[in-house]
């Protein structure tokens, strides 16, 4: 069985082949640019490779309501040739395989779910940090989602007590991804994430944020495992806040045994995209 | 098929026997004192059927982790009779058939589901807002829980600009449960709330802590429907005020459709409990 993966992000989509194992056999980056010749260097790079079935994880949000007509396209997005861009149908049309599609996030909880930090449990969320902020849930091997996929991302968290900032969502304001996203940190700070080490005020609020909207996750999903990946995570020690205020916070009031097994770091760095839209295509065909 | 239900609340225990259709055939209602004696009378109820199977919609927390040693035990509640009583067992021994156990408002979200508020969608999310606050998720006929049932009560909401109160919760103080619940209400505004009709004052604060609360649900869980039941809804135009500001806080960010359809009254007038527990067992069976 070959599989092909399509990690679409705002700046690059990433291609790659595997066969289910977990291991990729071929990967390639190409910067997205519009659709018709993005689309068309994807198609060149799969040329070489007979495939029984296609994976997405993409940016959202997407349509993900099978009872929609519109199932699979691209819905509000800034970049304005992606809006309303039919993605499942058009790669349906290109490739003549079955595709299946899913959020990036979701991708890449499924891969942890079968490959990483989330292989002994049976439900895990994995939160990205980056310029946005996400979460998928796996439960017993099936992403999560209702209508269509949550956006939990940008649920409201208690102001830190001495955080001026108002937040940088278009749509919200000081909702999670406002205020802890990297564009957040940036703006309330003047500098980038990576430029603010030493400054242990940053993560200070860093982590009351995140811990916040850790504990309303747990209290509404109650996962296993909390995985969390995104650029942010990057900075040292950030992990370790995080557990200390999310303990805290839940006080024992719920079970979610040893933290430090509970909140954990990927295991898969950066390849959870295309190996969950591997494990995706794989889980159905 | 014969099923029987129970459910176990606080204060009564509702016992009943249906064939899963929907309709219920007997019912009675017992005091919860200690286990001992309340499972007694229960068993003296049941004793007139011959059942096929028990399906039990329970009070929380309970342990609902299948993997646990503890699985059907009821954790910790003020009822210290009831504090680690192995609830399920205890049924498992006295009837000799199979018996499911679920929270209450989990069962009650699967009788809304099957024959009530919820019977055009694929998942709904149920929530009480009594004594206490509690909610329950159904997918795609299936009750969810992560490592064991969800504790959506207890989340924190964003204080109402003008509100001193401090909560009432006695792990959280100003969480959902601890701003919202009926016992909330009395405490801050000194009367019970069915004596507060017109006091619109209390019914704003009480839209906006419901509102904030569903907007997280929403953005985490996206649910098709919510059902707002419990003693609290019987309240008066609290349900339009609260639609009202869910739309200004969702603001278009996610589809829910119409907002009349998207949140609504339940349709099985206190029977949810039982009706669930039904349809639990008669799903399983
Ligand atoms: N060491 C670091 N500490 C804090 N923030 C960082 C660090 N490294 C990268 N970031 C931030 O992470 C964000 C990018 O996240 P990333 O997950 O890599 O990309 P994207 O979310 O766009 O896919 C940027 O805002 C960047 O400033
Ligand atoms: N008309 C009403 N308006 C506001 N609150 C009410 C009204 N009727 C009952 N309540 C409150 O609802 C709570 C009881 O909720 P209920 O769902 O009936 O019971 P429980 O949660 O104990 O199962 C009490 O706190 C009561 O004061
Ligand atoms: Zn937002
Ligand atoms: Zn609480």
């Known amino acids: 069985m070959l599989i092909g993966a399509i990690e679409a992000g705002g700046t690059k989509i990433i291609c790659a082949v595997g066969d289910g194992s977990g291991e990729i056999r071929a990967k390639q980056s190409i910067p997205t640019r519009e659709p018709e010749e993005t689309l068309q ?11 029984d079935a296609l994976g997405v994880g993409s940016f ?3 349509d993900l309501n099978r009872d929609s007509g519109t199932y699979g ?11 309303h861009f039919n993605l499942l149908g058009r790669l349906q049309a290109d490739y003549e395989i079955p595709v299946y599609i899913d959020t990036d996030v979701n991708a890449a909880c499924l891969a942890e779910y079968h490959h990483g930090a989330g292989i002994d449990v049976n439900s895990c969320l994995y939160i990205t940090v980056g310029t946005g902020i996400g979460a998928g849930l796996v439960q017993n091997g099936q992403t999560f989602q209702g209508k269509s996929h949550p956006e939990m991302g940008h649920i409201m968290v208690p102001k830190h007590g001495t955080d001026p900032f108002t937040g940088v969502c278009p749509y919200h304001g000081n909702c999670l991804e406002g205020m802890a996203s990297g564009p957040a940190i940036e703006e309330r700070h003047g500098r980038k994430g990576h430029l603010l080490d030493d400054h242990p005020y940053v993560w200070e609020l860093e982590a009351h944020y995140l811990a916040h909207a850790i504990v309303t996750y747990t209290l509404v999903l109650f996962p296993e495992r909390i995985i969390l990946g995104g650029g942010v995570m990057k900075q040292k020690l950030l992990l370790s806040l995080i557990r ?5 916070l839940l006080n024992g009031y719920v079970d979610v045994g040893e933290m430090d097994k509970f909140i954990t770091a990927p295991a898969l760095d950066d390849e959870q995209g295309v190996k969950g839209a591997i494990a995706l295509a794989a889980g159905n065909v």
Chains 1, 2 share one sequence.
Do not use: C, H, M, Q
Not at 73 to 83: E, F, G, M, S, V
């Open 60 to 62: 959202g949000p997407v």
């Open 73 to 83: 396209t691209i819905l509000n997005t800034p970049k304005a040739a992606w809006k």
């Open 41 to 51: 260097e994807v198609k060149a790079f799969f040329s070489a490779y007979d495939l």
């Open 244 to 248: 200390e205020k999310v303990s805290r």
